[in-house]
């Protein structure tokens, strides 16, 4: 029997910080933190909507009034309350054994910044990702679609496939996670919640999962938020590419730690 303890990975899906929606949940989600402790937390990317840089609403009047500071303020705000409880509590107690690893795999609303910058070169050196302020928060930062292992599990904001590099999704998305890595992988992106697991022929398990977002209120873009799953997942006993996932829905951490 193996006796080595894992580490506990806290993954925060897809968050979409926005203006017009309460940033509370982040005041709960940083009570979270600090009474689970976990060892790692991992951002899988999205925290900041960036509605102001969607190419899709482009000159509609569904964009007016968004603005590109307010996308930042409240993307800052929302860092700022889900770190806090944890520093307070190590500055307090300097001793503490605790010292969370902190990390952001980018997503493709946070990758809008550069997409947008790129677009516009005048642009260059006044949109940065730096202006979200992840590095300030002590999260490392992973650039988008650049995977990150962390305990012999993959993390990436959405993982792709084929020539054309698209997004691995669809009805067996976990599944499908597993048979296209060829390890274990964790992603968000689709806001769905999917699990499947798998044991190779030298009997070492391996599973996807996809985590859903950690996400209130509505959004125009999509028909489908039926589909959604919002929560916050954990992956106990994490090592050597295994781990135990457990669930907390945003409704059942809203309750709880607010």
């Given at each position: 029997?193996?006796?080595?303890?894992?580490?506990k990975i806290?993954?925060?899906p897809?968050?979409?910080a926005?203006?017009?929606?309460?940033?509370?949940?982040?005041?709960?989600?940083?009570?979270?933190?600090?009474?689970?402790q976990?060892?790692?937390?991992?951002?899988i990317?999205?925290?900041?909507d960036m509605?102001?840089?969607?190419?899709y609403?482009?000159?509609?009047?569904?964009?007016?009034?968004?603005?590109y500071?307010?996308?930042i303020?409240?993307?800052?705000d929302?860092?700022?309350r889900y770190?806090?409880p944890?520093?307070d509590?190590l500055?307090r107690?300097?001793a503490s054994?605790w010292?969370p690893?902190?990390?952001?795999?980018l997503?493709?609303?946070?990758?809008r910044i550069?997409?947008a910058?790129?677009?516009?070169p005048e642009?260059?050196?006044?949109?940065?990702?730096d202006?979200?302020?992840?590095?300030k928060h002590?999260h490392?930062v992973h650039?988008?679609l650049?995977?990150?292992?962390?305990d012999g599990?993959?993390f990436?904001h959405f993982?792709t496939?084929?020539i054309l590099?698209?997004?691995?999704?669809g009805?067996?998305h976990a599944?499908?996670?597993?048979l296209k890595?060829y390890q274990?992988?964790?992603?968000g992106?689709?806001h769905?919640?999917d699990?499947?697991?798998?044991?190779?022929a030298?009997g070492?398990?391996?599973?996807g999962l996809?985590?859903?977002?950690?996400?209130?209120?509505h959004h125009?873009?999509?028909?489908?938020?039926?589909?959604w799953?919002?929560?916050?997942?954990?992956?106990?006993?994490?090592?050597?590419?295994t781990?135990?996932?457990?669930?907390?829905?945003?409704?059942?951490v809203?309750?709880?730690?607010?």
């Open positions: 029997m193996n006796k080595k303890q894992g580490r806290l993954v925060i897809d968050a979409h926005r203006p017009g929606v309460s940033n509370e949940r982040f005041d709960a989600l940083g009570q979270f933190i600090l009474d689970k976990p060892d790692v937390i991992v951002n990317g999205d925290l900041a509605g102001s840089l969607c190419s609403d482009k000159g509609q009047g569904v964009a007016e009034g968004r603005r500071q307010d996308d303020a409240v993307a800052n929302a860092l700022r770190t806090k944890t520093f509590y500055k107690y300097k054994k010292k690893e902190w990390h952001v795999t997503g493709n609303h946070e990758n550069d997409r910058a790129n677009q516009s642009l260059l050196g006044k949109l940065a990702i202006d979200i302020e992840f590095k002590k490392k650039e988008f650049k995977p990150v292992s962390i599990i993959c990436q993982f496939s084929g590099g698209k997004p691995i999704g009805v067996n599944r499908t996670l597993v890595n274990s992988s964790v992603c992106h689709s769905s919640r699990y499947w697991e798998d044991v190779r030298d070492k398990r391996v599973f996809v985590v859903g977002c950690y996400d209130v209120g125009q873009y999509t028909t489908e938020q039926r589909r799953w919002s929560g916050l997942v954990c992956l106990h006993e994490a090592r050597d590419g781990a135990e996932p457990a669930f907390y829905s945003t409704d059942y809203l309750r709880r730690y607010l």
